[in-house]
C-alpha cells in the first residue's frame, strides 16, 4: 500500500499504514465489515469541521486529532475489505464521499471559526466558497472516469496520457504538482496548518492568522479549480 505513489497519502505511507493494521485486525476479529468503518471515517471527518468551528487553541487540536482517526479509518476500511475479500463498488463509492464530506465540513468550520461566532458572515461565506472549490477539485478528477465510461473507453489512464499537449502547459503542470500548493485544503494538511494558525492567534491575541488561512484557502480553491479544469482538457485524460 505504501508504495501507491498516486493514491497514498504521504501520510499514510510516513506512519499510518504502521498503525493502521492494529486497528484493523482488531474490527475483523469483532467481525465488523469495511463499510460500517467507512461510516465511521465520514462521521470523524465531518465531526472534525463542527469542532473546528469553535474558537480557540483546543478545538484546533481536537480537530487535528479527529483528521487523524479519519485518516487511520480511511486506511483500515479498506484493509478489511481485501483481507475479508469484501471489496465492492459501494465501498470505493463511499469511500470517495467520505472524503468530500470531511474536506467540505473542515472549509466550512475553518470559515465560521474565522467568522468568530455562529452566524452568516463574509468569512461563512468564504470557508463555504473554499469548500465549493475543493469539491470542484475531486468533481474534476472523478469526471474524467465518468466520462471515459460512458464513451465506453477503460478505465485506466496512462502516464503519458496525463501530461497536457502543450509543453508550455506540461511544464506549468510539473511545477504545481512539485510546489504541491494543493494540499492546503486537503483534510490532513489543513487540520495541521489551523493548529499552526491558531497558535499564531494566541500569540497575536486575536484571529489574524485563521482569516488569513481562509484567505489562502479561498485563493488556492479557486486557481486550482481552474488549473486541474485546463489540466484535464489540455491532456489526453478524455480520448
Not at 465492492?88 to 467520505?98: E, K, M, P, Q, T
Not at 479544469?229 to 480520448?239: F, K
Amino acid at each position: 500500500m505504501k508504495e501507491r505513489t498516486n493514491e497514498e497519502h504521504w501520510a499514510g505511507r510516513f506512519y499510518m499504514r504502521d498503525i493502521s493494521p492494529y486497528v484493523s485486525t482488531v474490527f475483523v476479529r469483532l467481525g465488523v465489515p469495511p463499510n460500517p468503518v467507512t461510516y465511521l471515517m465520514m462521521a470523524a471527518g465531518v465531526l472534525a469541521g463542527v469542532v473546528l468551528a469553535f474558537g480557540g487553541l483546543a478545538s484546533a487540536l481536537a480537530a487535528a486529532l479527529l483528521v487523524q482517526i479519519y485518516l487511520l479509518l480511511d486506511c483500515s476500511d479498506g484493509e478489511i475489505a481485501r483481507y475479508t475479500g469484501r471489496t465492492s463498488v459501494a465501498g470505493i463509492y463511499l469511500d470517495r464521499i467520505g472524503h468530500y464530506l470531511a474536506e467540505i465540513a473542515l472549509l466550512i468550520g475553518l470559515g465560521v471559526r474565522a467568522q468568530g461566532e455562529f452566524s452568516a458572515g463574509g468569512w461563512v461565506v468564504a470557508g463555504m466558497a473554499a469548500a465549493i472549490g475543493a469539491a470542484l477539485i475531486k468533481v474534476e478528477t472523478d469526471n474524467v472516469t465518468v466520462a471515459r465510461a460512458k464513451a465506453g473507453l477503460g478505465e485506466k489512464v496512462s502516464d503519458t496520457a496525463l501530461r497536457p499537449r502543450s509543453p508550455a502547459l506540461s511544464l506549468a503542470r510539473t511545477a504545481a504538482s512539485a510546489l504541491r500548493f494543493h494540499r492546503a485544503i486537503q483534510a490532513v494538511e489543513l487540520s495541521l496548518l489551523v493548529v499552526v494558525a491558531a497558535v499564531a492567534d494566541v500569540v497575536l491575541d486575536g484571529s489574524t492568522a485563521t482569516r488569513a488561512l481562509v484567505v489562502g484557502c479561498v485563493a488556492i480553491a479557486a486557481v486550482q479549480t481552474v488549473l486541474h479544469l485546463v489540466s484535464v482538457l489540455a491532456s489526453r485524460r478524455l480520448e
